[in-house]
């Protein structure tokens, strides 16, 4: 593996495979009480410029539960927040720190804090890419249909950091991907030319009921992303009324999909409250899966 996890097109089909095992069999341990003290005594910065629930909370947990320690910081409070330049504070957290978790906004940021870091840096989530939730989510699909090759991937909604990472691990595993999104809204062009590739097991949708047609999995995130709140009156005019997981919607998809979300979920705007009560169990074991996903990211990455 590289030194960071910055985006998922820079791992291997085998090196995903590698994380999604070793992440069962770390939940394995969590849960039969069996010590994986892989990092012990090992410290991870976290430095957040937006908001977060789950990935603060489950990289913390994970350093705890791996031995080692974290260390919470937004980036407002840091003298990044005072105009300390990136390429400095990715120096200064090497000098005490194992390894460097960062959600900010702008990808090259992340890139640049990584080149200057000489410890790994993961993405926990910028403007571009999501890498940590698309391995949670090929993680719980796994558990819930035992395989990955050729299953279909719907993505309804914004082609946003979420989608994007999702597009790219999918095909990496060998599933098929079907995104709707409403025009200009469509994910990045160097995602859409990665896709490209792939020939017919990528496909780009207006309408959500074609693409969920005979999906294994259906997928959405919310309308309005971290950053993009001045443009919310416009994105609900845009994908209100089509860009939607409701029951008629599910209805088009395979008869047991699965239906999953990064969370936080906007219930009325990208999915329906019956759709999201139906398939909480499945969102939260995702939203549980970071925990095992990440773990296993820190071990690879920091481990001896
Ligand atoms: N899905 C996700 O990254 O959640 P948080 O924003 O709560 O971290
Ligand atoms: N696309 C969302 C995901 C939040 C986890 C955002 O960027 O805000």
């Known amino acids: 593996m590289k030194k960071d996890l910055l985006k998922l097109t820079e791992l291997s089909r085998e090196e995903i495979f590698t994380i999604l095992d070793l992440a069962d069999q770390l ?29 603060r909370a489950s990289f913390e947990t994970g350093m705890f539960q791996l031995g080692g320690h974290a260390i919470y ?22 000098r005490y720190c194992d390894g460097i978790m960062v959600r900010t906004f702008d990808q090259r ?13 993961i993405n926990g989530m910028t403007d571009s890419a999501h890498p940590c939730q698309a391995l949670s989510a090929l993680m719980t699909i796994r558990e819930e249909k ?21 597009i790219v691990g999918c095909l990496k595993v060998g599933m098929e991907v079907s995104v709707a999104c409403p025009e200009g809204y469509e994910p990045p062009r160097e995602v859409l030319e990665f896709a490209e590739d792939f020939g017919d097991r990528f ?10 047609r005979n999906a294994d999995v259906v997928y959405t995130d ?83």
Request: glycine share 6%; aromatic share 6%; hydrophobic share 40%.
């Open 73 to 94: 910081l937004t980036a407002a409070d840091t003298q990044a927040g005072r105009g300390e330049p990136v390429k400095d504070t990715a120096r200064a957290l090497s």
């Open 109 to 121: 940021e992340l890139e640049e804090l990584a080149r200057y870091a000489t410890v790994p840096v």
């Open 146 to 166: 035992a395989l990955l090759d050729g299953l279909k991937l719907c993505y309804v909604g914004d082609g946003n950091n979420v989608c994007s990472s999702l």
């Open 222 to 304: 919310v309308w309005v992303s971290m950053g993009k709140e001045d443009e919310a009156a416009e994105r609900d005019r845009v994908f209100s009324g089509t860009y939607q997981l409701s029951e008629e919607l599910l209805s088009g998809a395979k008869e047991n999909a699965m239906v999953l979300h990064c969370l936080p979920a906007h219930r009325g705007q990208e999915i329906t409250d019956a759709v999201m009560e139906a398939h909480a169990k499945e969102i939260f074991e995702e939203a549980e899966n970071r925990l095992h996903a990440q773990k296993a990211v820190l071990c690879l990455l920091m481990g001896a």
């Open 203 to 212: 496909r780009m949708f207006r309408d959500p009921r074609e693409a969920v």
């Open 27 to 55: 939940k394995y341990d969590v849960k039969n009480g069996i010590p994986h003290r892989q990092l012990e005594g090992k410290v991870l910065a976290m430095v957040f410029a937006k908001n977060s629930t789950r990935t």
